[in-house]
């Protein structure tokens, strides 16, 4: 039983890993060229120090989950990524609002927004 809440934390953790990797690659891109094989194109992308943040968050995400499916089932795991995903929608509304321009949104105070400090929206400062 304690394999089972110990899988349940970790996949959490993994969950949320993920999702913040591909939301600080996403947004990285937003300054980069369109990807491509084409060296110029690649040495941008790993100099950018956003990007490469959500490629790390991604890739411990990942290794997490691997541990995750040795301790229990995929089928006790998926409801807890679902919720992971579900709970990162309101910084993506908020995100998108700050990019349209129209009023500042202010998500709820959830604790990986502490991990980047802004939101999606805001711009890192140079």
Known sequence: MGGQWAAIAITVVASTGNNIGKALQKE?????????LEPAILVQYVRSRQWLAGLAADLAGALLMIAAFALAPVSQQLPWQFLCGLSL??????AAVSRA??????PAKLPWLLLTGRTLGSRASA
């Open 89 to 94: 929608s309101p910084w993506r509304r908020c």
């Open 28 to 36: 990285a891109t937003r300054k980069l060229p369109r990807f491509s």
């Open 101 to 106: 321009g129209r009023q500042s949104c202010q």
